[in-house]
C-alpha cells in the first residue's frame, strides 16, 4: 500500500465498485417497486454479457431493499435443491424474526434454561410445517414492519428448469396471498433465453426485464474520475477521457483500466495520461482471459469461422462478404448470423451488416488465430513466499 492508500478500483467479478455508472434510471425504478403497489414491478430478471455488472446490480437492488426493511433471500443455482434451501433460509430469518419464536424461548428460558433452543427448532422443524407454511409466515411478519420479502437467484443461466419452476411457483403463490414479495434473478443472456424458452418458465418471461451492458464512454470517464475524487490522488481531465475510451464503456473495464492506471501512477499524487495509456495492453488481455476466453472456449467451428470471417473488416462487415469469405451459401449465413447475436458476441449494425457485440472481441480473435488459444501463455519464473522465507539449507 501507498501513503495514497489502497486502490480504489474493482476489477473483479461480483465486486461492488464505489460508483455505479449507467445504473440510474433501475435504481430509481426499483426503489419506486419496493415502495409502490404494483407486484409485476417486483419480479425481475437482469441479463447481460459476462462482466456487464447482472451481480453488481443483483446486489445493490438486495441493500436498497434492506434499506427500506425488507428481509432478503439468496438462493444458490449451486445447491442440490432450490426449494429446500429456500425454506432452510426461512426457517433460519423467522428465528430471527417471529416475535412467538422469541416468546417461546422466553418461557422456556424461564422454566429451565436448557430447553430454550429446541422450543424454537420445534416451532419450525416440525414435521408438520410446509415451506408454504413457512414462507407465508415470513412473508406476514415482514409485511407487519412495513417490509417485504426479497428472493433472488444468482447465475441464472445455470439453474435446472424443474427446480427454478418449484421456486417461482412459491413466489407466485406468496403474491397470490397478497403478501409483499420481489423476486430477482440474474444470468448470462443465451442460457437465460433458452430457459424462458421453456413453457413452465412463464412467471419470468413476464418478469421486468433488465438487460445490462455497456455505458457511454462519457459516463465511464465520469465514474473513473469520481472514483478517483473520493481519494487523496487526482486524475489530469484527459488521461480520465481516454480511460473512459479504453474501457469503451463496459463495466468491467472502468474498473480495469482504472486500476490499472492508479497502480502505474505509484506514490504521484496526480495520474496522468501515460498512467493510463501504459495499462491499456494489460486491459485487453485481462478482458480476453476472463470474458472472451471462456465464451470463445465452446463455441463450434463453423460459427468461429464466422467471427474469423468479420475480422477483415474496419467497421462493421457485410453479411453477403462473410458469406462468400466462408464459402457457404447466404441463406446459411443466415443461420450462424441468428446464432451469434443469440450469443450476444454479435449484433446487427443495420442492413445487411453485422459488427461485434462486446469490445475487443476482435482482438480476442486476431490473438487467438496467433496463439491458437484466448489466453496469454504464462512466462518468468518468480520464487514463491516458501522458497523466499524458507531458503533450502545450504
Ligand atoms: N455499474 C457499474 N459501474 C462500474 N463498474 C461496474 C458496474 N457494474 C459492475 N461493475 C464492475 O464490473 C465487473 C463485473 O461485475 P459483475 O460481477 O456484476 O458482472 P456479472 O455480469 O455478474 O459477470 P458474470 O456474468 O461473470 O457473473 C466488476 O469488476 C464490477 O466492479
Ligand atoms: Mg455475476
Given at each position: 500500500m501507498t501513503a495514497h492508500g489502497a486502490n480504489p478500483f474493482t476489477p473483479g467479478f461480483g465486486l461492488t465498485p464505489m460508483i455505479l455508472a449507467g445504473r440510474a434510471v433501475a435504481i430509481d425504478d426499483f426503489t419506486a417497486a419496493l415502495a409502490g403497489n404494483v407486484p409485476e414491478a417486483r419480479a425481475i430478471l437482469i441479463s447481460g454479457a459476462r462482466g456487464s455488472g447482472k451481480t453488481v446490480l443483483l446486489t445493490e437492488f438486495t441493500e436498497l431493499a434492506m434499506e427500506a426493511g425488507w428481509t432478503d433471500l439468496r438462493v444458490h443455482t449451486s445447491s442440490s435443491s432450490l426449494v429446500d434451501e429456500?425454506?432452510?433460509?426461512?426457517?433460519?430469518r423467522l428465528r430471527e424474526l417471529d416475535p412467538d419464536a422469541e416468546t417461546s424461548r422466553l418461557t422456556s428460558a424461564r422454566v429451565s434454561g436448557v430447553g430454550a433452543s429446541r422450543d424454537v427448532l420445534d416451532r419450525y422443524e416440525g414435521e408438520g410445517e410446509t415451506i408454504t407454511t413457512v414462507l407465508d409466515r415470513l412473508a406476514e411478519l415482514t409485511d407487519q414492519d412495513g417490509g417485504g420479502l426479497l428472493i433472488t437467484l444468482d447465475e441464472l443461466q445455470s439453474v435446472d428448469r424443474d427446480q427454478l419452476h418449484a421456486l417461482t411457483q412459491h413466489v407466485q403463490d406468496l403474491i397470490g396471498s397478497g403478501h409483499a414479495v420481489a423476486f430477482i434473478a440474474a444470468g448470462v443472456r443465451p442460457g437465460v433465453d433458452a430457459l424462458l424458452d421453456h413453457e413452465r418458465t412463464t412467471f419470468l418471461r413476464r418478469a421486468h426485464r433488465i438487460e445490462v451492458g455497456s455505458v457511454d464512454v462519457g459516463t465511464a470517464a465520469e465514474a473513473i474520475r469520481m472514483t478517483i475524487?473520493?481519494?487523496?490522488?487526482?486524475?489530469?481531465?484527459?488521461?480520465?477521457?481516454?480511460?473512459?475510451?479504453?474501457?469503451?464503456?463496459?463495466?468491467?473495464?472502468?474498473?480495469?483500466?482504472?486500476?490499472?492506471?492508479?497502480?502505474?501512477?505509484?506514490?504521484?499524487?496526480t495520474i496522468e495520461l501515460e498512467d493510463?495509456?501504459?495499462?491499456?495492453?494489460?486491459?485487453?488481455?485481462?478482458?480476453?482471459?476472463?470474458?472472451?476466453?471462456?465464451?470463445?472456449?465452446?463455441?463450434?467451428?463453423?460459427?468461429?469461422?464466422?467471427?474469423?470471417?468479420?475480422?477483415?473488416d474496419e467497421g462493421p462487415s457485410n453479411v453477403g462478404d462473410i458469406a462468400e469469405?466462408?464459402?457457404?451459401?447466404?441463406?446459411?449465413?443466415?443461420?450462424?448470423?441468428?446464432?451469434?447475436?443469440?450469443?450476444?458476441?454479435?449484433?446487427?449494425?443495420?442492413?445487411?451488416?453485422?459488427?461485434?457485440?462486446l469490445p475487443y472481441l476482435g482482438d480476442a480473435l486476431r490473438h487467438e488465430k496467433e496463439e491458437g488459444a484466448a489466453t496469454e501463455p504464462g512466462s518468468g519464473l518468480t520464487r514463491s513466499h516458501r522458497s523466499r522465507r524458507d531458503p533450502r539449507p545450504r
Open positions: 429456500l425454506r432452510s433460509m426461512a426457517i433460519a475524487a473520493d481519494t487523496s490522488k487526482t486524475i489530469a481531465p484527459e488521461a480520465a477521457v481516454l480511460a473512459g475510451e479504453i474501457s469503451k464503456g463496459y463495466p468491467y473495464l472502468i474498473q480495469l483500466i482504472g486500476s490499472k492506471a492508479w497502480q502505474n501512477s505509484g506514490d504521484a499524487d493510463v495509456r501504459g495499462g491499456s495492453s494489460g486491459v485487453i488481455a485481462a478482458m480476453i482471459k476472463n470474458v472472451h476466453g471462456p465464451s470463445l472456449r465452446g463455441l463450434s467451428s463453423r460459427k468461429r469461422e464466422y467471427l474469423h470471417a468479420m475480422l477483415q469469405r466462408m464459402g457457404i451459401d447466404p441463406r446459411n449465413q443466415s443461420t450462424y448470423r441468428e446464432r451469434l447475436i443469440d450469443d450476444e458476441l454479435i449484433r446487427p449494425a443495420g442492413r445487411g451488416l453485422v459488427e461485434f457485440a
